[in-house]
């Protein structure tokens, strides 16, 4: 069974194919500025590389070049779009609906109804879905909602201290997201570590950023709460934020509150403490150079990580294992030392040495660490891919069925 699992952004289209009987990965590859004449359609298999560059209108035409490409003669992973069982998406947010699911308008609206929430990933989901299911009737899309893997969040890590009837009529919850990468985490420590009763705490650090303590496999906090803008600062999101600052600025500024809200969730987080960037390599560079709004953006990240870190080693009673993973988690080194620098009393001991020239998956601990520290890379493809594939078994496509109306 083939599974190509789907990645959006507002111009890019990335996607890892898999055969699922042994899940293998079998390409991955995508479009790059998609709404230009010059896109670039690329993939590669293993270590051999194709591209090429064309007018590409939209999401459904990038899907649409991307399976062209991949059943060409000399790359033919797939004979023809029949081949493939379905595509599945990491979606983010949807109004009262988790868990995995067909594609169809009910699935759509309620995504659509939370594009305020999640304005950086439902609207471009939403609209590219819409196409896709037009041009592809057939083929099967399958929605995997980040928020499932943390449904096991206990009442207490789960509410606001708002009007109890919120939480209920309306969702105002903590839902938690990254769940994909997240429940990888969970699988692959406990397969590294041998045994499933496990206390690891997750650490997701990438455009978007979050951490997670997992119990037993399971997850029981995150640092995301009702909205993807929440918890650690994110590339350009605010994160954490007090609500009743936001009257005061609408006073101050004469600004309206969508005006206000946009700035939340497009120019803050690193981006806006800084004023120079979202990407933690050009930060770093500057604060060597002597940028201290390069080095306050940093600083002001490490710090909430290690506030999540901190209460998550209280609430898990300890930890077995520290992992990091995403783009910063896995490639900075001086993120990964910030935020384990004084924890000998935790039984907490980075190797530096280890820290430094770390690539891949890895541990980083000291050998007298009681905690384990790892580098382990996510692979959300995979975890989406398994959700699709398991959809799919259980509740099979009727035939000649239309996915979405
Ligand atoms: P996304 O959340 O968009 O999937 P990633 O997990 O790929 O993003 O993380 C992207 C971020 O990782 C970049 O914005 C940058 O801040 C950070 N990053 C990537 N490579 C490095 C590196 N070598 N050193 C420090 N940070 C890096």
């Not at 933690?280 to 490490?302: I, K, M, P, S, T």
């Not at 993973?325 to 280890?354: K, M, P, Y």
Request: hydrophobic share 40%; proline share 4%.
């Amino acid at each position: 069974m083939k599974i190509l699992v789907a990645n959006l952004g507002s111009t890019s289209f990335k996607y890892r194919l898999f055969e699922m009987d042994d899940e293998r990965l079998l390409a991955r590859g995508g479009v790059e500025r998609i709404g230009s004449d010059q896109a670039r359609i690329y993939c590669s298999l293993g270590d051999r590389q194709w591209e090429e560059f064309g007018a590409v209108a939209d999401h459904a035409a990038a899907l649409e070049l991307c399976l062209r490409q991949l059943t060409q003669p000399d790359i033919r992973v797939l004979s023809s779009i029949d081949d493939l069982a379905a595509v599945g998406f990491k979606a983010v947010h949807a109004r009262h609906l988790t868990g995995v699911h067909r594609v169809d308008a009910a699935v759509l609206d309620a995504m659509e109804a939370y594009n305020a929430v999640a304005p950086a990933h439902n609207p471009i989901y939403v609209r590219a879905m819409r196409l896709l299911a037009e041009r592809f009737p057939q083929l099967p899309l399958v929605a995997a909602f980040e928020t499932d893997f943390h449904r096991t969040i206990p009442p207490p890590l789960r509410y606001y201290a708002v009007p109890y009837e919120w939480a209920e009529r309306y969702g105002i919850l903590r839902h938690g997201f990254h769940g994909a990468s997240h429940r990888y985490i969970a699988e692959r420590s406990a397969q590294l570590f041998g045994r499933t009763r496990l206390r690891v705490i997750s650490c997701h650090l990438g455009g978007s950023s979050s951490i997670c303590a997992i119990q037993d496999g399971t997850s029981v906090a995150c640092s995301l709460g009702m909205s993807p803008q929440s918890g650690l600062p994110h590339n350009n999101r605010v994160g954490d934020f007090d609500v009743f600052a936001l009257p005061a600025l609408m006073r101050e500024t004469g600004r309206s509150l969508d005006e206000l809200l946009h700035e939340l969730a497009r120019n803050s987080g690193l981006l806006g403490l800084s004023g120079l960037s979202n990407d933690v390599r050009d930060l770093e560079q500057a604060a060597q150079n002597g940028h201290a709004r390069a080095q306050l953006a940093l600083d002001v990240f490490v710090a909430s990580i290690r506030h999540y870190v901190g209460a998550y080693l209280y609430l898990l009673n300890g930890a077995d294992m520290i992992v990091f993973t995403g783009g910063i988690g896995e490639n900075s080194a001086a993120i990964r030392r910030g935020v384990c620098q004084n924890l000998d009393w935790f039984g907490i001991h980075l190797d530096e040495n280890r820290n430094r020239t770390a690539r891949g998956e890895t541990p980083l601990h000291a050998s007298y660490s009681r905690v384990q520290i790892w580098i382990i890379p996510t692979n959300e493809e995979l975890i989406v891919a398994r959700q699709t594939r398991d959809l799919l078994r259980h509740c099979p496509p009727a035939p000649g069925a239309r996915v979405c109306s």
